[in-house]
């Protein structure tokens, strides 16, 4: 499966990390919010510490940000 690169798990990220996680996907995750990371962690991502870690070796790179 893929290594993905996850930017911003919140309300609409967070479900989306939990079912790339369900469909076998390698991700690794990160969020400004602490508990939001907290979150997918605890469903099987990696975390990071800060965007460039998340996807420094991300095949594919996701962003859900509430602005821009």
């Given amino acids: ?3 993905i690169g ?3 798990v919140g309300n609409m990220g967070g479900p ?3 079912n790339l996680l369900k ?3 390698d991700v690794t ?3 400004l919010a602490g508990e939001a990371l ?3 962690v605890a469903a099987g991502a990696k975390g990071a510490a800060s965007p460039s870690a998340a996807v420094a070796d991300a095949e ?3 962003t859900m940000l509430p602005a821009g």
């Fill in 16 to 18: 989306m990390v939990k």
């Fill in 60 to 62: 594919i790179v996701i």
């Fill in 38 to 40: 907290a979150r997918v």
């Fill in 1 to 3: 499966m893929a290594r």
């Fill in 29 to 31: 995750a990160f969020d």
């Fill in 23 to 25: 469909a076998g996907h």
């Fill in 6 to 8: 996850f930017i911003g």
